[in-house]
């Protein structure tokens, strides 16, 4: 129903920059909020971020608050995520998330989602 595609990872050094995409085909007009999650080795999947595609409410883990944004481009049907000042912490598999229902739900939930990217690798170096 609905297919994410998540592209613009990469290597950078400590105190980079890297912008990550989402781009978001099928069923998008459906979908109520799509949200960044990140998993490194033997860890488990955390919340980054989160945006609402009408009104473009944002939420962010108290990790990266202040370094990274998220933005959403509607009529692109695509979502950012602007990480600055990176770090090695930061060294995760991101995953963009596409939640479909407008119910009450705890945004950081993995299992609030319904869709699931591929995920693209970001490393950062020390």
């Known amino acids: 129903q609905v297919q994410l595609v998540e592209s613009g990872g990469g290597l950078v050094q400590a105190g980079g920059s890297l912008r990550l995409s989402c781009a978001a085909s099928g069923r998008t007009f459906s979908s109520y909020a799509m949200g960044w999650f990140r998993q490194a080795p033997g860890k488990e999947r955390e919340f980054v971020a989160t945006i609402k595609w009408s009104g473009g409410a944002t939420y962010y883990a108290d990790s990266v608050k202040g370094r990274f944004t998220i933005s959403s481009n509607n009529a692109k049907n695509t979502v950012y995520l602007q990480m600055n000042s990176l770090k090695p912490e930061d060294t995760a598999v991101y995953y963009c998330?596409?939640?479909?229902?407008?119910?009450?739900?705890?945004?950081?939930?993995?299992?609030?989602?319904?869709?699931w990217g591929q995920g693209t690798q970001v490393t950062v170096s020390s």
């Open positions: 998330a596409a939640r479909m229902g407008s119910g009450s739900y705890y945004y950081s939930n993995t299992y609030a989602y319904d869709y």
